[in-house]
């Protein structure tokens, strides 16, 4: 993030009386390789009742 991104941030939080957190972030990925085999519950938005799991051929996040 650029240093004038993060003044404005902070200058828009100290108008507003918004209170500021740090947060130490590591940086994730789609699609990282599986050594491993993966299942997972399907999405509940996920209408497809012939299936209960689903197998992850990519990892939906995860270290590069």
Do not use: S
Not at 2 to 26: E, G, M, P, S
Request: aromatic share 12%.
């Amino acid at each position: 993030m650029k240093l004038t991104t993060i003044n404005i941030v902070f200058t828009i939080a100290l108008t507003r009386h918004w209170c500021i957190y740090q947060l130490d972030i590591n940086n994730v990925f789609l699609n990282g390789v599986l050594q491993e085999n993966v299942f997972m519950k399907q999405h509940h938005g996920f209408i497809d009742e012939t299936y209960l799991v689903c197998k992850l051929h990519k990892a939906l996040y995860g270290p590069k």
